[in-house]
């Protein structure tokens, strides 16, 4: 089984702060999803990264995909009580097969 | 955005019952999948379709079987449901090319066997 690893598996900051997330695997993958997930609701997709090296900007998030197509981050500027959430990513090690996802990164910003 | 219905969101049975978990959807997309959310091991793969009458195994299947005899609904049974398959059950669907095949979830099925 591919393994995609996260870190850190939780994250509790305080309003204002910056943080990154990491997800890193020792395979390839053809792309690199980012989801958010509530509580007793499903992931919800923030974004997809697909070239080796890609920035993606969303507001105060920026997604960053390796050279190597191994790895991906997560940045988040000036975290908000309502960035709080548990964050997954997922890859697919090539197209039309199915995403393989993280254990998660639990974040909680307090104000 | 894609519409995506799983039914029912909670459910208590009991050991050995058979149990069958219904994803629905409006968009036509050709790929579903059934998903496990459990802590400490996150999402993971039960099955997949890739249409009409199309399926296959995922990461972790066994007890589980899928039916998919129309393109809008995508049926998980229990066999015989156990203490181990309590979990939140996750159903997606594969978006399209313009949507860089970002995944659409529904809002999940959280079964207990008692």
């Known amino acids: 089984t591919q393994l995609l690893e996260q870190s850190p598996q939780f994250l509790s900051i305080q309003e204002g702060e910056n943080l990154t997330v990491y997800c890193n695997s020792s395979?390839?993958?053809?792309?690199l999803q980012w989801y958010r997930q509530e509580p007793g609701e499903g992931p919800v997709l923030l974004v997809t990264?697909?070239?080796?090296?890609e920035v993606k900007k969303l507001k105060r998030l920026t997604f960053q995909f390796g050279d190597a197509r191994k790895d991906s981050s997560l940045h988040i500027t000036a975290a908000q009580p309502g960035d709080t959430g548990l964050y997954l990513c997922?890859?697919?090690?090539?197209?039309?097969?199915?995403?393989?996802f993280g254990k998660g990164t639990t974040l909680s910003v307090s104000s | 955005d894609a519409g995506i219905t799983q039914s029912p969101r909670h459910k208590v049975t009991e050991t050995g019952t058979p149990v069958t978990l219904r994803c629905h959807q409006t968009?036509?997309?050709?790929?579903m999948y059934w998903y496990r959310q459990d802590p400490g091991h996150g999402l993971r793969l039960i099955h997949y379709?890739?249409?009409?009458?199309?399926?296959d195994k995922g990461e972790v299947s066994d007890g589980y079987s899928v039916s998919r005899s129309k393109t809008e609904d995508f049926l998980l049974t229990l066999e015989s449901a156990t203490s181990s398959q309590t979990s939140v059950y996750f159903c997606?669907?594969?978006?399209?090319?313009?949507?860089?095949?970002?995944?659409?979830f529904g809002s999940g099925t959280r079964l207990t066997v008692v």
């Open positions: 997606a669907i594969k978006g399209a090319a313009l949507a860089n095949y970002g995944y659409t």
């Open positions: 990264v697909v070239t080796g090296g």
């Open positions: 395979s390839v993958f053809s792309s």
């Open positions: 968009e036509n997309h050709r790929y």
């Open positions: 379709s890739y249409g009409v009458k199309d399926t």
């Open positions: 997922a890859g697919d090690h090539q197209a039309g097969t199915a995403l393989i």
